[in-house]
């Protein structure tokens, strides 16, 4: 098998055959698009700054439960550790793991850490779990667990998710696509780019792996202000992998010009060099969203929060995942192992 996240024809094959037989008929757990109504396992291993990757895991963790209308109030996290790796390497993981929960409110409810022989760079996995509402009291008629786990108040979710009501609905994604993957290739390949590119420029993409770069918490706040019925975060496999989790959620079809996702050129610059497809490429801090009603009001929003959105596309109805670049149209292929790998 490649590395990375599996594919769907093998997780659904070799691993949701054998989890579904453990579930009563009439709850939802694991799936394709979400672990489970209030919770989220990620799991993080690049050859990069051990830091980093405790990082990027934590808020892939936050992140899928905010798109879930959750916020998250505790973490454990499980550590594997190459034998070369110093103890000081350690320390600066937990530092910033707890720095970021500090910040987030969280606690650190458990924790694991093993030296082995098996991996040559650390694995970071990370567990989240919450159970308070991302926001207030004016959510208290909507059901906000997308995948139909859990309601509060009515069936309005379910009526919502039906393919005869999504249609039509606007994806609109934030930030800029491909950052936080062409930010790790700048900070593990930094002295390598220096030669080709300004100082100003390789730092601007390293910077897509800051804190507040990586947090979809206050985008995931706004959009549950609004008829917004469906939130995938953008990660491995960058939006090709998240339209194609968005429209399997939403039970539709999906329609999406490449030139409206939004992308940084600098983020472009350092694709282009590594000959990688932005597209398919990790982006944690992007949050995908269907917003029923009134799109451009939820972008504008999200504009007015300092928060970069854009209307990418709708979704229709069928099954047929449509990408348009100019005159050309293609469509979208199953997700594919995240570009990230061709490089770290």
């Excluded at 895991?57 to 996290?77: F, M, N, P, Q």
């Excluded at 694995?123 to 309601?151: C, F, I, M, P, Y």
């Excluded at 998710?161 to 062409?182: Q, R």
């Excluded at 972008?299 to 348009?324: C, F, H, Q, R, Y």
């Amino acid at each position: 098998m490649k590395q990375g996240k599996i594919s769907e024809t093998i997780e659904n094959r070799s691993v949701l055959k054998y989890v579904r037989q453990t579930q009563e008929t009439n709850t939802r757990g694991a799936g394709q698009t979400t672990d489970c109504a209030l919770f989220s396992c990620q799991t993080v291993t690049f050859p990069v700054a051990e830091q980093l990757l405790m990082r990027h895991a934590i808020y892939a963790a936050v992140s899928d439960l905010a798109a879930k209308g959750r916020a998250a109030e505790g973490i454990t996290c499980a550590v594997t550790l190459p034998e070369r790796v110093r103890e000081s390497k350690l320390k600066q993981m937990m530092e910033e793991a707890v720095a970021i929960c500090q910040s987030l409110s969280i606690r650190i409810e458990g924790q694991q850490v093993l030296v082995s022989g098996s991996v040559i760079c650390p694995v970071v996995t990370v567990n989240a779990w919450g159970r308070k509402k991302l926001s207030d009291a004016d959510l208290q008629s909507r059901t906000l667990s997308v995948d139909g786990t859990e309601q509060i108040g009515d069936n309005h979710m379910q009526q919502m998710l039906s393919a005869d009501h999504m249609s039509g609905a606007d994806i609109v994604v934030t930030k800029y696509i491909g950052g936080p993957g062409a930010s790790l290739v700048a900070l593990k390949k930094e002295e390598e780019l220096l030669v080709r590119f300004p100082r100003a420029l390789v730092a601007q993409v390293q910077d897509f792996s800051s804190r507040g770069a990586l947090s979809v918490l206050p985008e995931a706040q706004i959009a549950l202000r609004h008829e917004t019925v469906c939130m995938v975060p953008v990660q491995e496999g960058g939006i090709f992998a998240a339209l194609w989790d968005l429209a399997k959620l939403c039970k539709s079809g999906l329609s999406v010009e490449l030139k409206k996702i939004p992308m940084k050129q600098s983020i472009v610059e350092v694709c282009n060099y590594y000959d990688l497809n932005p597209y398919e490429l990790l982006s944690s801090g992007c949050l995908l969203m269907a917003a029923k009603e009134d799109g451009e009001a939820l972008v504008a929003e999200l504009l007015d929060a300092g928060i970069p959105a854009a209307i990418i596309g709708s979704l229709t109805d069928g099954n047929d995942k449509v990408i348009t670049n100019g005159e050309e149209t293609r469509y979208l292929d199953l997700p594919k192992p995240d570009q990230i790998r061709q490089v770290l």
